[in-house]
């Protein structure tokens, strides 16, 4: 109840020191505005507006509106406990708009108090450029064999429209650039996107910028996305010693498994933590491997470290605790 209470009178205090500006329901906002830049008519173009709940109080999201048509919003979670994060994902329509286009997004909340906070999107829609598909996406794919997906991008205009480059900030991908076919006043590339087979295993969600010799306008972006299921699996998932006195060892096993033979080829235990784990008998190919782990604690207090084991078929990391007397 006390608990409680004070929620609500640090909720109060918020919302009548500045009402007009209801800063308290901005606060939960890391950013506000988004610009889109220049993209492609059909691309896939989503941005997500992220928020945290900082207060005591339950925050409810009764909906979300648009000034414009040309972007959709929607809420990825409506009612967020303490510490909660969220999302507005705001969808720019390439497919059904053209040119400039801006959209102000009202957020309506009514828990624990009413408030508006409104979020901005604009950017520009072209409509001489298609790319197909619209976004690439490469699903889920299995660590260590990568993939690829074959992207045509269109011009309709000069003839002597050209793609000079294609970048990435992620090394993980690799594009091989077709030769361009002119016919009248249209431009075609087919391009190959290459997710590589020494990409670490997770979700990830990233861009290819194609840079054209268009003075005006001339970066497209591409959004580009998959999940990497890791080659191998590991019990426990999170490995804990308990309790350990200074001055004692305690040794856990670890159990690595995938579905092709492989070898272990590193444990990296990070630098004074007082873990340790031998390598031998991990280097014959097997699909199954027991590594053993030592802890002798260096010093008082909580352990909590990401061991990184790495093998020839790629890594998976494992998160060690222990308690130290």
């Not at 906002?29 to 610009?35: I, L």
């Not at 040119?99 to 009202?106: D, F, I, M, S, Y």
């Not at 590594?291 to 470290?305: A, N």
Request: hydrophobic share 40%; with cysteine.
């Amino acid at each position: 109840m006390i608990r409680h209470s004070f929620a609500s009178l640090t909720l109060i205090a918020l919302v009548a020191t500045c009402a007009s500006a209801q800063e308290w329901a901005t606060k939960m906002f890391s950013e506000r505005e988004h610009d889109f830049g220049a993209v492609a008519r059909g691309a896939e173009t989503i941005h997500r507006f992220e928020f945290e709940n900082k207060y005591l109080e339950d925050i409810h999201i009764a909906g979300v509106r648009a000034s414009c048509g040309c972007t959709t919003p929607s809420v990825s979670k409506d009612t967020l406990k303490t510490w909660e994060k969220g999302a507005i994902v705001a969808k720019f329509n390439t497919d059904r708009f053209m040119g400039r286009k801006q959209a102000t997004l009202t957020v309506t909340i009514d828990k624990p108090f009413y408030a508006e906070v409104q979020l901005n999107v604009t950017g520009y829609i072209r409509p001489d450029v298609v790319i197909n598909p619209g976004m690439v996406n490469f699903g889920d794919v299995n660590q260590s064999s990568g993939a690829s997906q074959k992207v045509q991008v269109s011009y309709a205009g000069r003839n002597d429209w050209t793609i000079n480059d294609v970048r990435s900030v992620n090394e993980h991908f690799q594009v091989e650039l077709g030769d361009a076919v002119r016919t009248g006043n249209k431009v075609t590339y087919d391009m190959l996107v290459h997710l590589k087979p020494n990409a670490p295993s997770g979700f990830f969600k990233d861009s290819l910028t194609i840079v054209t010799n268009d003075a005006r306008n001339a970066r497209l972006s591409l959004p580009i996305s998959g999940k990497i299921a890791s080659a191998l699996t590991i019990a426990p998932a999170a490995l804990s010693f308990g309790e350990v006195s200074m001055g004692d060892s305690a040794v856990k096993k670890v159990i690595v498994q995938s579905k092709e033979p492989f070898v272990v080829l590193q444990v990296d235990c990070g630098q004074n933590t007082g873990l340790t784990a031998p390598l031998q008998g991990l280097g014959v190919p097997q699909k199954v491997h027991v590594v053993p782990m030592t802890f002798e604690p260096l010093r008082q207090g909580d352990l909590q470290q990401q061991v990184v084991i790495t093998t020839n078929v790629g890594s998976s990391n494992l998160l060690v605790t222990a308690n130290v007397r």
